[in-house]
Nanobody, 121 residues
């Protein structure tokens, strides 16, 4: 089993910053990719940023230049630094991890429970 623990959401004023973190634990043999997605009320879930095991990065056009994803492989933890936040960034942010389970070597995809980010004055 794989568990994800997210933290760092909250209320921030427009132009402010937040850092989200996602720690993966459990029977993990390896992690191929970690990423952040978000879902605003009435909207579909969308990809925000992803990072692969070889550090290839991908960002949604709407966050390029403002958000930065990184990972600590030793801690199986991903971070999302969010700068210059805008009201349209208000959403529930979900962590996503893809990897391989120990012993069985079966692939897994896990989602966090989500953390609320509200950008408002």
């Amino acid at each position: 089993q794989v568990q994800l623990v997210e933290s760092g959401g909250g209320l921030v004023q427009p132009g402010g910053s937040l850092i989200l973190s996602c720690a993966a634990s459990g029977s993990i043999s390896s992690i191929n990719a970690m990423g952040w997605y978000r879902q605003a009320p009435g909207s579909q879930r969308e990809a925000v940023a992803t990072i692969t095991k070889d550090d290839r990065l991908n960002y949604a056009d709407s966050v390029k230049g403002r958000f930065a994803i990184s990972r600590d492989n030793a801690k199986n933890t991903a971070y999302l630094q969010m700068n210059s936040l805008k009201p349209e960034g208000t959403a529930v942010y979900y962590c996503n991890v893809e990897g391989i389970i120990k012993m069985s070597f079966r692939p897994f995809v896990s989602w966090g429970q989500g953390t609320q980010v509200t950008v408002s004055s």
